[in-house]
């Protein structure tokens, strides 16, 4: 039998992962309230430590589970650590069109392995919020070569926990053979190429619209 509700999402971080540890770490260091999280599929790990987050996904396993809201709301309050009710909005719509969350909503950009989020939702961020990629889709390299995108840290697993570093930030992106990145190809392939010096999770601020 398909997993159902709350079970869904229990199933799908046992193998995805829930990467609590990343958000919780950002929202530490960010001082974090509001997120938004275009291709989400059915990972509300966000939830339990961002008080407002907004998911947005067309898959129709995400259409289903969002629709059940209540259990989602249950389940996220008894494991979330922050004191303020949660609050959740789920939109299945392409990330590409018009979003009904007003531009510069949101203090948290999140784009994990789901194409161009940056791109294509980058108006909703605020000017000095925190954009948080993964480059599997080549996203990192996106918004590393989009000038609205400064790279202020990355995320490393250290000893079992993740670190933000902020040192050294220029030797990041540089590709071994030393040519610059064929961002056509990027684009084309929705894959981040190799790199000579990689991180787990690049952190940008937004600097302007
Ligand atoms: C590989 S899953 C990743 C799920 C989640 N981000 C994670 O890291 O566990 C990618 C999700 O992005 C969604 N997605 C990709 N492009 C999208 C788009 N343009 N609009 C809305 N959802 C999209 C897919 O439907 C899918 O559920």
């Given at each position: 039998?398909?997993?159902?509700?709350?079970?869904?999402?229990?199933?799908y971080v046992s193998k995805a992962g829930d990467r609590f540890d990343i958000f919780d770490k950002i929202t530490e260091q960010y001082a974090?309230?509001?997120?938004?999280?275009?291709?989400?599929?059915?990972?509300?790990?966000?939830?339990?430590?961002?008080p407002e987050v907004y998911y947005v996904d067309t898959d129709k396993k995400a259409i289903r589970f969002f629709r059940e809201k209540n259990e989602i709301i249950e389940f996220i309050e008894t494991s979330k650590i922050y004191s303020?009710?949660?609050?959740?909005?789920?939109?299945?719509?392409?990330?590409?069109?018009?979003?009904?969350?007003?531009?510069q909503y949101v203090d948290l950009l999140i784009s994990q392995f789901a194409g161009f989020v940056s791109k294509a939702c980058q108006k909703y961020l605020k000017i000095g919020g925190i954009l948080l990629a993964y480059d599997s889709h080549?996203?990192?390299?996106?918004?590393?070569?989009?000038?609205?995108?400064?790279?202020?840290?990355?995320?490393?697993y250290v000893k079992?926990?993740?670190?933000?570093?902020?040192?050294?930030?220029?030797?990041?992106?540089?590709?071994?053979n030393g040519k610059q990145v064929n961002m056509e190809k990027v684009q084309k392939t929705m894959k981040g190429p190799k790199y000579s010096l990689a991180a787990d999770y690049y952190i940008f601020r937004k600097v302007k619209d």
């Open positions: 039998m398909k997993a159902k509700g709350i079970k869904q999402y229990l199933d974090i309230k509001r997120a938004l999280y275009p291709g989400s599929y059915v990972h509300i790990t966000p939830s339990l430590i961002i303020e009710n949660s609050r959740i909005q789920f939109e299945s719509i392409d990330y590409w069109q018009e979003l009904s969350i007003p531009p080549g996203d990192a390299t996106m918004a590393h070569s989009d000038d609205h995108f400064e790279l202020i840290g990355i995320l490393k079992g926990k993740y670190q933000i570093e902020s040192n050294k930030l220029e030797s990041y992106f540089k590709q071994r």
